[in-house]
């Protein structure tokens, strides 16, 4: 009797403040960013119950993340749509980089029971790549290659006739998907206006009441980056413009490029990335409004909102996009990335169980062109990852340890020099052929130097991704407990013309004398702090 009546003073308590209890919770709250790391270049499909989101990661391998969710808040990743990319030798950093280049701009679209991406890596020999799956969080199959559609949207119109829209070009294809169609719509829908003297791109297209509606990000030349629809009542057009969303958010800068999506009760939602600098372009979660036809994009005001709720029931799998790992499963966590393609004989979960061993393999005289360095994002506003790396095996002239990864790289090295062992930190820029993205030279300032006593050492990067700060600090131990800082503050940079992601961790071990040297990784400790 003591216990119910406690429950009904609770429940009339919280009715009198206006409050919901949280049995009577209705939905989903959400915070923006929604993921506060780097997930650009969002292109979202349903079945039923599920959602399915991916991104970018270009050279990084495996790559076109699927992240699936049932709320539109709590996200995971389900699968890669590729392992590798094999079009040239500089996916294996050989003859060149893929760096910025590899898979831009997806597409994902459920149809009839299958689902399909479709991407154009922005690189040789600039060829479009259609996959196709049953099943979103298995294996998906090359389904056919064919001409360069870029930052393109696929599209299933309602009698199956297939599209591919692709800047202000309009493309049908078979009905196979295995090539342009003969004789099919391939034309210009529409020019741009006097106001377009820049960037027009980002393809995402859906159909709602009849209506064809595409969606591009728009920055003129000197401009303010906004997202604009333009609205046709065929799939030839005429196509009529509106500014859908144009607005910053919580300090940072302009918001453009994304999608929106209904649930199966005809909620809509948009899913829109921002530029946040070093940590990268972050989506941000927003209702869509639909006035007079157009899907207005924000708050009742036409602003991103700092939070909501999303009408649908909760669904947190406990699962997250960084997370850490100690090694000691079969494969690797499905988190991970490596940069570019890797040698898979040159590591190992399996030759010392609970450890990830990496060994030297190619004889290189930079982290840039080393292979098999296995990254992972940071997120905002403030994250914290470390390794324990046995270094025992290290030969003369290798190089290991743990980086922020980017076209600036702040670099926590283990550098074995005549048979002594020093723990450095160390800047680097990278610099490229701007045509080729072949490695000319890499810029690098020794900031701290440690002589190292001890077979395993401990290193620790903490990141500051909160407004006008973007800052990396270093710290080592032989411990575990006791934490040492070396070195500065770094500076981290968001650089299109180098690496164009926000900045990763990386664990990294390559060789500038002898290859056949190892390190053994023990764990990778990742906290995200609210």
């Not at 509106?242 to 999506?261: E, N, P, S, W």
């Not at 040159?346 to 990496?358: D, F, I, N, P």
């Not at 600090?473 to 940079?493: A, R, V």
Request: hydrophobic share 35%; with cysteine; net charge positive.
């Amino acid at each position: 009797m003591k216990i119910r009546n406690i429950f009904l003073l609770v429940t009339v308590t919280a009715a009198l403040l206006g409050c919901k209890s949280s049995n009577a919770q209705t939905g989903t709250p959400y915070t923006n960013p929604l993921i506060w790391a780097d997930v650009p270049d969002l292109s979202i499909t349903r079945n039923g119950d599920d959602f399915f989101l991916i991104s970018t990661t270009m050279h990084l391998m495996p790559g076109a993340p699927v992240m699936k969710s049932k709320d539109l808040v709590h996200w995971e990743t389900a699968s890669y749509v590729f392992d590798s990319l094999t079009d040239n030798r500089k996916y294996n950093l050989e003859g060149g980089t893929v760096y910025g280049w590899g898979q831009w701009a997806s597409s994902i679209r459920y149809h009839k029971g299958k689902y399909y991406v479709l991407f154009s890596p922005n690189d040789e020999p600039y060829k479009s790549y259609i996959f196709v799956t049953d099943n979103p969080s298995g294996k998906w199959k090359l389904l056919s290659r064919m001409r360069h559609f870029h930052d393109a949207s696929l599209f299933f119109d309602d009698d199956d006739r297939v599209y591919i829209y692709s800047g202000t070009h309009l493309t049908e294809l078979k009905a196979d998907l295995i090539y342009v169609k003969p004789g099919g719509i391939d034309m210009e829908i529409f020019k741009k206006d006097a106001s377009e003297t820049g960037l027009l791109e980002g393809n995402q297209v859906v159909k709602h009441n009849g209506k064809y509606y595409l969606l591009m990000v728009s920055w003129p030349q000197g401009g303010i980056r906004k997202q604009v629809c333009y609205r046709a009542d065929t799939i030839t057009g005429p196509y009529e413009k509106k500014t859908i969303l144009q607005d910053t958010f919580a300090g940072f800068t302009y918001v453009g490029q994304g999608c929106i999506i209904d649930d199966k009760n005809g909620n809509w939602y948009g899913l829109v990335f921002q530029d946040r600098n070093g940590v990268g372009r972050v989506p941000l979660l927003m209702p869509v409004n639909w006035k007079d036809g157009w899907p207005m994009l924000g708050d009742e005001n036409g602003h991103v909102p700092a939070s909501g709720i999303i009408p649908l029931k909760p669904h947190d799998t406990g699962k997250r996009i960084v997370e850490s790992d100690n090694f000691s499963a079969s494969k690797l966590n499905i988190n991970w990335q490596w940069n570019h393609n890797p040698i898979n004989n040159a590591w190992s979960l399996a030759e010392r169980k609970g450890y990830l061993r990496l060994k030297t393999n190619r004889i290189v005289d930079n982290l840039y062109a080393a292979p098999n360095s296995l990254t992972q994002r940071m997120e905002g506003p403030k994250c914290s990852g470390s390794i324990a790396l046995d270094i025992s095996k290290m030969k003369d002239g290798d190089v290991a340890g743990f980086a922020a990864f980017n076209g600036h790289s702040a670099i926590l090295a283990v550098v074995n020099e005549n048979g002594k062992k020093h723990l450095t930190l160390s800047t680097n820029r990278v610099n490229f052929n701007e045509n080729s993205k072949v490695i000319k030279n890499v810029d690098t300032d020794e900031k701290a130097r440690v002589a190292l006593s001890s077979n395993v050492i401990y290193l620790r990067i903490d990141a500051d991704f909160n407004v006008n700060r973007d800052i990396a600090t270093f710290y080592y131990s032989i411990d575990n407990k006791n934490w040492k800082p070396i070195g500065t503050e770094f500076k981290m940079i968001f650089d299109y013309t180098r690496l164009f992601m926000g900045a990763k961790f990386a664990i990294f071990n390559y060789a500038t004398k002898t290859a056949g040297g190892y390190v053994d990784v023990d764990f990778f400790e990742y906290k995200n702090i609210k």
